[in-house]
């Protein structure tokens, strides 16, 4: 099946973002240590310019590691840890979750109720894009860079089949038609 790529958001207005979210967080935990943990793999780019923008001190960043999507476009319904940071990273700690998509909530609750059995000092979600109509579990997002529509995303770390993850711009697929602002299958020069 042929998938086209349609531009959703810029690298510009991802980091314009990325600033905004960094800046709520550096006023909110100003004199307390903060460990970020972020969700594999789909988080990686988004709390690499994360952290660069936090000016407080971190403290740790630490990975946990959820399934929830297998090859397809539709939502398995279950999450399962497969990688969880050491529990003397979390206990005790001021702990802030970085999530790339909220979509049906199944992941970040997963990762949320696991971290709170830990007992960390206090908890919080960050997620730089979120699909509420998707949603079948209830998830506060602390910290919230972007409402999406229920479109397949990839890009800036999200992947579909893995694929797609180095694309610095936020896409989505859309299958079989041709659309008129659909770019080339892959939208790097260098490939
Ligand atoms: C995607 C995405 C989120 C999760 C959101 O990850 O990166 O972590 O799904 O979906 P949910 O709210 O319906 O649970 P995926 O399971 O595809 O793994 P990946 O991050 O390794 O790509």
Redesign the pocket.
């Known amino acids: 099946m042929n998938r086209n790529l349609v531009h959703l958001i810029s690298e510009a207005e991802i980091s314009d973002t990325v600033k905004r979210l960094a800046l709520e967080i550096n006023r909110d935990y100003q004199n307390r240590s903060l460990v970020l943990v972020g969700?594999?793999?789909?988080?990686f780019i988004f709390l690499a310019d994360l952290v660069r923008q936090i000016d407080i001190p971190i403290d740790n960043i630490e990975f946990i590691?959820?399934?929830?999507?297998g090859s397809s476009t539709v939502?398995s319904g279950q999450?399962k840890i497969t990688m969880s940071p050491p529990t003397q990273a979390i206990t005790g700690k001021h702990i802030l979750l970085v999530?790339?998509?909220?979509?049906?909530?199944?992941?970040?609750d997963t990762a949320l109720r696991y971290l709170q059995n830990l007992q960390p000092a206090s908890l919080r979600l960050c997620s730089l894009l979120d699909k509420p109509i998707?949603r079948q579990i209830a998830v506060k997002i602390d910290y919230l860079g972007l409402e999406v529509e229920d479109l397949f995303i990839v890009g800036y770390g999200?992947?579909f089949d893995q694929k797609y993850r180095q694309l610095a711009d936020i896409y989505y697929l859309e299958e079989e038609k041709q659309s008129k602002n659909s770019e080339a299958f892959y939208p790097l020069s260098t490939i």
């Open positions: 969700i594999l793999k789909g988080s590691r959820l399934s929830s999507y939502s999450a999530e790339d998509v909220v979509d049906t909530g199944i992941t970040t998707r999200i992947d």
